[in-house]
């Protein structure tokens, strides 16, 4: 009998005991709204803004109810409006191209390495002075930033990054976030720090955060904000700027404030993970693993490989095998979108346009979540699976893999 994982690929770790006891404390005193405070008390959402500001070295941090919208306001205090172009990486998840068509603006696709990060020779022939490029470091993929910044600021582009999938991640020393004029972080139950719903937006831009800060709906009571600009920066902004409600609230601040002093642990625990994938699945013909410069410090919460040279059949026949063995993999060169791994032909609301080279390397990209609940064995164990299924022709089972989540 063939061996058959039994894990899961979508189970994360539960919630920290401290974080519980700081939700639990939150919900005994009501006082969930950000600006509902008790005389002299620090809101739950104000601290963990000052603690995130701290842990990636930023002047300022806004907590936010999601990824997206750290996305959206981070875009919109930027000056991207109503018919503005926006760059952004052709290989990322739907809410990225979304964040740029919920302000009115048209997202403008850039091509994809084999290294699945964006690249910058066609970064630099699309280029236009004052576009913001929403660069998204997708499954935790850093492009070299030291290349990506001077080309950015000669072409006269403003920089804001999707960091969902790289809080706790660097360049060369730098956390990811920091490059840009501002990083957004989710922390969404799939990412690495877990409020179910959830964002952060963090810079160094006093006029950036105090647009955002009302932007997010601070009904003129930023001087409640700790990790934030002085009441100047607000003067001639705070009747000009709409509120748009993206508030964290105190629960979200409480369960996610203990996670923070966690996140070296746990990139050195996925890291353990993602490491033990990658062995087990090198010399394997026709599959190839994506190499990582010395200089990014990744965090491994997700795996990814290529199969370059199969065909579309011969796909899905080796994910149906995978999955009747209990490997959940997705594939990202599925023209009709599934679950998460949807593609830029599938975002009708953006103008048509020829990714030839992204294309090329969607044909084969195979993705997996790697939750920290797995251990090194199972890690071993779906090397090994994934190792006997992508050098055999078997015909497929009977269940097909499945296409959703
Ligand atoms: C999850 C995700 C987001 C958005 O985060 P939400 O909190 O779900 O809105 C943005 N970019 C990428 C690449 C993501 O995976």
């Not at 779906?382 to 078997?394: D, G, K, L």
Request: charged share 20%; hydrophobic share 45%; with cysteine.
């Amino acid at each position: 009998m063939a061996e058959i994982f039994t894990g899961s690929f979508t189970q994360q770790e539960p919630i920290p005991d401290e974080a519980i006891a700081a939700a639990v404390a939150v919900m005994r005193h009501g006082r969930l709204h950000r600006y509902n405070t008790a005389a002299g008390e620090i809101a739950e959402t104000a601290a963990l803004e000052e603690e995130f500001a701290t842990f990636t070295g930023a002047r300022y941090c806004l907590a936010v109810a999601s990824g997206g919208a750290a996305m959206r306001l981070a875009m919109r205090a930027a000056g991207v409006g109503p018919g503005s172009s926006v760059l952004t990486n052709a290989f990322t998840l739907a809410p990225v191209p979304g964040a740029i068509a919920a302000l009115g603006a048209v997202p403008v696709f850039v091509e994809t390495t084999p290294a699945l990060t964006i690249d910058l020779a066609d970064l630099a022939a699309k280029a236009r002075p004052g576009m913001v490029l929403l660069l998204s470091h997708m499954r935790g993929h850093l492009v070299d930033m030291e290349a990506l910044m001077p080309i950015a600021e000669g072409a006269g582009l403003r920089v804001i990054e999707d960091c969902a999938h790289t809080m706790g991640a660097a360049w060369n020393g730098t956390p990811s976030g920091r490059h840009g004029l501002a990083g957004c972080y989710s922390t969404q139950t799939y990412k690495h720090m877990n409020s179910g719903e959830g964002g952060l937006i963090v810079t160094d831009d006093a006029d950036l955060m105090a647009r955002m800060v009302l932007l997010s709906g601070s009904y003129m009571l930023y001087d409640r904000h700790r990790a934030a600009p002085g009441p100047d920066a607000y003067a001639t902004l705070r009747e000009d700027i709409p509120n748009v409600s993206s508030r964290m609230d105190n629960l979200r601040a409480a369960i996610l404030r203990p996670q923070i002093p966690l996140l070296a642990d746990r990139t050195a625990r996925w890291r353990l993970r993602h490491d033990r994938l990658e062995a087990g699945l090198q010399g394997i013909p026709g599959l190839h693993t994506i190499p990582r410069p010395p200089q990014e410090l990744f965090v491994g919460s997700s795996f990814q490989f290529l199969l370059p040279g199969r065909d579309g059949p011969w796909i899905d026949g080796f994910l149906a095998r995978c999955f009747a063995r209990g490997v959940e993999l997705k594939w990202f060169g599925r023209r009709t979108p599934a679950g998460f791994t949807s593609s830029h032909h599938s975002w009708r609301y953006a103008p048509e346009q020829a990714l030839p080279k992204t294309d090329a390397v969607l044909a084969g990209l195979i993705d997996m979540r790697l939750p920290l609940t797995f251990s090194l064995d199972d890690c071993d164990q779906i090397a090994r699976i994934i190792a006997a299924e992508a050098v055999s022709n078997a015909p497929a089972p009977a269940i097909p893999a499945r296409q959703g989540d």
